[in-house]
């Protein structure tokens, strides 16, 4: 338990300390497969609420708008200098409030409305921000998709270049919130220099298994690497941008003055620690077992009936297709039901999606969350069968209160550190 400074809102705003408790209740007791989620470690929650939310630091460090701005140069430089060695970046911004906002960065920096951009869209696995029309990014952008093969649901690499080809964009972004398989951005990289793109690639998802060197970088292949800070990576919730130095100066003024006034310096802070811990080698070997995880939660799901789109992972997800074995069963349905038994999932549009996205025909899991809790393969194997018991009982309207017992114990067995 976070002690000190849940006591300390306790005595001056219950309501509140009481309603942050029971969200550390529900962290602590329910298994969490969200994809995109994990738990930071005490060192960044310490670094996230210090003193640093008090201080104004518009600017760079070394060109602030604000006095007393000594300190938190400091601790940018630090967080800045510490991305640079975990990806090898020659650029990096530090400031964006999340990932969307690096995104957009990018954009702000490098187009002009009218501009025609090609991504993988929501559907096949893709972005709100790589151009979804209720996003800025589709609002602003002339917005083509590349797809996913009908077969293999992978991304298709030749049509891809063919579309490229045939467009000429102006950027194509690569990188994905809901796709399972590596993505190959050295190809990527050659589609966009042959048909003069700059290139995106947003590695928000899978950024802890590239700064561990278990997913092929982007670095080398892309002009622009964004990320968000708080899923594989295991930092505070954030953004970030990395580039060539020929495009710093228009990244950085499009993060601030265009997009964001004062950066969070408590975040920054918490992304220094977090890169810190990245490169660890115990940092490592924790991507090593999130893999492992993902590959024999995967497994035993299909050797249990379920259909899995792309039939495996090579990443920290994968997306489990309820059409074809539970046909009359949406992916809100399914979500809700296992929400009863304390398993924490995300319903998610599939390939030819055809229900809306409030019920959608996809459930999204991810393993970077359980395995900061320390589970490992027996538990894997536990929640395969928790997860296929609770849906067979769905379908026949039976009782779950025995599976919710057994998702208690096994979170019992590996209580979160706070
Ligand atoms: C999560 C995600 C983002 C945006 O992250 P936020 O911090 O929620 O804005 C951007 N791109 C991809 C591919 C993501 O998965």
Redo the contacts with the bound molecule.
């Keep these: 338990m976070l002690g000190n400074y849940t006591d300390y809102l306790g005595k001056y705003d219950p309501d509140l300390a009481d309603a942050i408790g029971r969200e550390e209740n529900r962290q602590q007791s329910y298994i969490e497969l969200i994809a995109?989620e994990n738990f930071t470690s005490k060192a960044v929650i310490a670094a996230a609420g210090s003193v640093l939310t008090n201080k104004y630091a518009e600017g760079y460090p070394g060109r602030r708008y604000y006095g007393g701005c000594d300190h938190v140069d400091e601790i940018e430089v630090l967080a800045i200098e510490r991305a640079k060695e975990l990806f090898g970046a020659e650029h990096v911004n530090v400031q964006p409030h999340?990932?969307?906002?690096?995104?957009t960065a990018v954009y702000m920096a490098m187009l002009k409305p009218g501009d025609s951009i090609l991504t993988l869209s929501l559907e096949n696995g893709?972005?709100l921000?790589?151009g979804h029309p209720k996003n800025i990014s589709g609002m602003l952008y002339n917005v083509a998709h590349y797809g996913v093969s009908e077969e293999t649901c992978m991304i298709e690499y030749d049509a891809m270049e063919e579309l490229a080809h045939k467009i000429k964009p102006k950027m194509i972004t690569i990188?994905?919130?809901a796709y399972s398989r590596t993505i190959d951005f050295r190809r990527v990289g050659e589609i966009a220099k042959s048909c003069g793109a700059l290139l995106l690639a947003?590695i928000?998802?899978i950024a802890g298994l590239v700064a561990a060197k278990l997913h092929n970088s982007p670095m080398d292949h892309a002009d622009f690497v964004?990320t968000?800070t708080?899923?594989t990576l295991r930092g505070p919730?954030?953004?970030m941008i990395m580039c060539k130095k020929e495009f710093a100066k228009e990244i950085d003024s499009a993060v601030f003055p265009c997009l964001q006034g004062g950066p969070l310096m408590h975040i920054i802070a918490g992304k220094a620690v977090c890169f810190k811990e990245a490169l660890s080698q115990e940092f490592v070997g924790y991507q090593q077992q999130v893999l492992s995880n993902a590959k024999i939660l995967c497994n035993e799901l299909k050797r249990l009936g379920f259909k899995i789109v792309s039939d495996d992972t090579d990443n920290h997800l994968m997306l489990i297709d309820l059409r074809k074995n539970y046909p009359d069963i949406n992916g809100n349905q399914a979500q809700r039901a296992l929400d009863l038994v304390n398993i924490t999932t995300n319903k998610n549009a599939v390939h030819n999606e055809s229900r809306s996205v409030f019920q959608a025909s996809g459930l999204r899991l991810g393993t970077p969350a359980v395995t900061t809790r320390g589970m490992k393969e027996p538990e894997m194997i536990k929640i395969a069968d928790l997860i296929n018991r609770a849906m067979l009982n769905l379908v026949a309207n039976n009782d779950s209160s025995q599976i919710k017992e057994e998702a208690i114990a096994l979170c019992d067995k590996f209580p979160l550190f706070y």
């Design positions: 995109s999340s990932g969307s906002q690096a995104n893709g972005h921000t790589h990188g994905a919130s947003d928000a998802h964004t968000t708080h899923k919730r954030g953004g």
